[in-house]
């Protein structure tokens, strides 16, 4: 386990893929630094508060989330559970091939024993390697940084769960009923995280599993903007950083882990 | 041997007119509001390609106006009967969309993945499988079978 967990605090620093962080220096090479802190904050929080039904999604919004590692309990499973009911997952703990959209990880340092939990669902790449190995382009990125399966097209060959390198996608061996009308999903197509693309656009600008953590009182996840420098969860990675899982591959993740 | 052709001629005709029959005694719970989001002769002919249309625009670009959205459709078209049941796509007299395929022999597998019913009268069932330590997805269905049961019949013939 401990292998696909890389410590990378020093490579984050240094990578170029790193959320916004060339947009942020371009734009205070133009505005300044005055404006830099007020202008492209208030834009882009009134981007993300209220998206009309009729306009499409844009790119001044990247959703990301960031995982407080050391505020995650091993015992609580609230954000899987919300996740299985806010997408009528209903898992079958008979099943060997229910699908899986977030789901616990604890790691253990075989040397010193030390032992972390945390979720791991779709990371959200800025370059999804599912998206590149896709034949029919059902795997893609929407403008706002959301990995989705347009189901329409995916011809459930699976190549997509081939490439994650964080096996966060499941296919759907089994006919399947009673599904939610906000979670269309069948046999034959892949499916994963969709960070709750129904409630984002509804302009809720939260997700299920990070709504459940704060009600729990563990308040572990952060769901917000990443192009929002105002935003909590970039104030958040400001102020104590947030490790990607296999920085290495230079994927620039959505989902950031605090304390890994 | 005349009577025969006569009886033949006979049981032909009353299978041609069995599934008008069947529209027509069906019971359809109304639809909620007195007027569809079109006009209802256009929509009887064209309402897929409004439903296409919206799929991409909602998939790919987030556009979730409620106009032309299956969720809608559903939401209006699916009620309750008088029981309080709201009827499954596998059930071909009372489904609003299940009943009209039927009688038009189209097959169609929207609802292989979208829900045929509005989420309130989902969670009812996942709380009554739940209830009886069923699961949801290990409930048989009619559904599924009929689907296949059809194909093989437009196949056959």
């Known amino acids: ?260 | 041997m005349k009577m025969t052709t006569t009886v033949r001629v006979l049981l032909v005709s009353l299978i041609l007119l069995l599934p008008l029959a069947a529209a027509e005694s069906s019971k359809i719970p109304p639809p909620k509001g007195d007027q569809c989001v079109e006009e209802t002769e256009w929509m009887r002919v064209h309402h897929f390609e409004t439903i296409l249309h919206q799929r991409d625009e909602t998939v790919k670009k987030g556009i979730r106006t409620t106009k032309h959205s299956l969720k809608n459709c559903i939401s209006c078209h699916i009620t309750a009967n008088d029981a309080g049941v709201y009827a499954r796509y596998s059930d071909k007299e009372q489904h609003f969309c299940a009943s009209c395929h039927e009688y038009t022999a189209v097959t169609i597998d929207c609802f292989h993945c979208h829900s045929d019913r509005p989420e309130e009268a989902v969670r009812e069932s996942i709380e009554k499988y739940q209830k009886d330590g069923q699961h949801p997805h290990h409930v048989t269905h009619s559904s599924t079978s009929d689907l296949i049961l059809n194909s093989k019949l437009l196949t056959a013939q």
Not at chain 1, 9 to 19: M, N, R
Request: proline share 6%; net charge negative.
């Open chain 1, 1 to 260: 386990m401990k292998n696909i967990v890389t410590k990378a605090y020093s490579l984050l620093k240094k990578s170029p893929a790193e959320p916004d962080h060339s947009k942020r220096s371009f734009m205070g090479g133009v505005v300044g630094a005055a404006g830099l802190t007020i202008a492209p904050g208030v834009m882009l929080y009134q981007t993300a508060a209220a998206k009309p039904a009729d306009q499409p999604v844009t790119d001044e919004v990247r959703w990301g989330m960031l995982v407080n590692v050391d505020a995650c309990t091993e015992d609580c499973t609230a954000c899987v559970d919300a996740c299985n009911d806010e997408h009528g997952l209903w898992p079958d703990p008979e099943s060997m091939t229910d699908s899986q959209w977030i789901r616990k990880l604890k790691v253990t340092d075989t040397q010193t024993g030390n032992s972390k939990t945390f979720p791991v669902m779709c990371q959200h790449c800025e370059h999804p390697p599912c998206v590149d190995v896709c034949p029919t382009g059902a795997s893609f990125k929407r403008a706002d940084g959301i990995v989705l399966v347009n189901m329409h097209t995916c011809i459930g060959c699976r190549y997509c769960m081939m490439a994650c390198p964080y096996k966060a996608r499941s296919f759907v061996h089994e006919d399947l009923h009673d599904q939610l009308p906000d979670s269309p999903r069948g046999k034959g197509c892949v499916e994963s995280c969709n960070m709750c693309v129904h409630k984002l656009d509804a302009g809720e600008g939260t997700t299920a599993c990070a709504q459940a953590c704060q009600k729990d009182g563990h308040q572990a996840i952060t769901f917000g903007d990443l192009n929002d420098p105002q935003s909590e969860i970039s104030q958040r990675l400001k102020s104590y950083g947030g490790a990607q899982i296999r920085a290495d591959l230079g994927l620039n993740t959505g989902v950031r882990y605090q304390g890994l």
